[in-house]
């Protein structure tokens, strides 16, 4: 793995083992939510299976607000208004 500067966390700021496992974390959950929603159970039999399209959540709030700017600062993550953050398609 090549280290660059993007990767280098600030002075003080969170290590680069805690940047992925809060990424690893947060496409998890984000994951789980997609899932969730989509999920059958809740839902009228007749509306079908439709997407519900989620494409932000809120961070999991296991790790500092630090870690998040830090994320988006590094282009992993982007802002979706409200407290929400995305994954950046690469």
Known sequence: MS???SATP???GP????????LKAFKKRLKLTRLDAESKVGKSPLTG???WGITAIMP???YPQAVWDELVKQGKL???GHGLLSVVEQ
């Open 15 to 22: 290590s680069p083992e805690e940047l992925k496992l809060a």
């Open 60 to 62: 999991p709030n296991q």
């Open 3 to 5: 280290s660059s500067d």
């Open 10 to 12: 600030s002075a003080g």
């Open 49 to 51: 299976g439709a997407n």
């Open 78 to 80: 982007k802002p979706a």
